[in-house]
């Protein structure tokens, strides 16, 4: 059975925090329109999804020169999305929640590597940006 947390004891386990000002519904929103995510993370430099977003979907992305495809693992719409993918031998494990916070949201992401340990100068491949 998929994870649908991130494994807390990976070699890299990795969690940021931000508090956006806009609701989140709209936040949410525009951090599950997978196309759209180029247009406001300048590390994403493609992201394609054919269907709709539901647990078990995958979608395919790029950052920093690396392709990949991820499956949704879980889906509470307006609050929490978990996916995996796997590219050169790491699995990467990217848990987000989205929290009401001062009429704004506190969006915060989750994130754990495992397998082949990353070659020095990769970037990692979480989405460290948070949608405007």
């Known amino acids: 059975m ?3 947390d991130i494994n807390r004891q990976a070699p890299i386990v990795s969690s940021h925090e931000i508090v956006v000002a806009a609701p989140p519904q709209q936040v949410w929103d ?3 329109r997978i196309r759209d995510w180029p247009e406001w993370n300048q590390g994403i430099t493609r992201a394609a999804i054919a269907g709709q977003l539901e647990v078990g979907a995958s979608f395919d992305w ?3 020169g690396m392709a990949i495809t991820s499956t949704v693992r879980e889906l509470i719409p307006g609050k929490r999305i978990v ?3 796997t590219v050169g031998g790491i699995l990467g494990i990217h848990a987000w929640t989205f929290t009401p916070h001062n ?3 506190l969006v915060r992401t989750d994130e754990s ?3 082949v340990r990353p070659t020095a100068g990769r970037q990692s491949c979480a989405m ?3 949608p405007p």
């Open 62 to 64: 790029e950052t920093a």
């Open 30 to 32: 525009a951090h599950t």
């Open 83 to 85: 996916w995996d993918g």
């Open 103 to 105: 009429g704004g949201t």
């Open 113 to 115: 590597w495992e397998g």
């Open 2 to 4: 998929p994870r649908v």
């Open 128 to 130: 460290r940006s948070t």
